[in-house]
C-alpha cells in the first residue's frame, strides 16, 4: 500500500510564496497521474493542478501561471510550487497519486491561509 503525508502549509502574505511537499512512502514504479487539489469548507474540492505519466500537465484555472507541480527522480516527493498568492488561494491543499496498475492516494492535506 501506498501513503501521501502533505507539510509545508501555513500562514503567507498576500502575494507571498510557499511551498508544499507529498512524502511518498511505499514503492511506486510507474505513475499515471500525480496531482494536487484544494478544498474550502462549503465549496466542492477542486483541481490545483495534474501531471500524467506521459508528461501532459494540465492546471486549474485559476492558477494563472502562478504555481508548479512536479516530482523527483524517485518518485518519492511530490512538490507544489505556488506564487503570488491571495487570499482567495486559502483552502485544504491534497497531494493525490494513481500509480499505473491501480490504486488512488491521498494524502491528509495541509492548510494554506493567505491573509494579511
Known amino acids: 500500500q501506498v501513503q501521501l503525508v502533505e507539510s509545508g502549509g501555513g500562514l503567507v502574505q498576500p502575494g507571498g510564496s510557499l511551498k508544499l511537499s507529498c512524502a511518498v512512502f511505499?514503492?511506486?514504479?510507474?505513475?499515471?497521474?500525480m496531482a494536487w487539489y484544494r478544498q474550502t469548507p462549503g465549496k466542492q474540492r477542486e483541481l490545483v493542478g495534474r501531471?500524467?505519466?506521459?508528461?501532459?500537465?494540465t492546471y486549474g484555472d485559476f492558477v494563472k501561471g502562478r504555481f508548479t507541480i512536479s516530482i523527483d527522480n524517485s518518485r518519492k516527493t511530490l512538490t507544489l510550487q505556488m506564487n503570488s498568492l491571495e487570499p482567495e488561494d486559502t483552502a485544504v491543499y491534497y497531494c493525490n497519486l494513481r500509480p499505473v496498475g491501480g490504486g488512488n492516494y491521498w494524502g491528509q492535506g495541509t492548510q494554506v491561509t493567505v491573509s494579511s
Open positions: 511505499g514503492n511506486i514504479f510507474s505513475i499515471e497521474t
Open positions: 501531471r500524467t505519466g506521459y508528461g501532459s500537465t
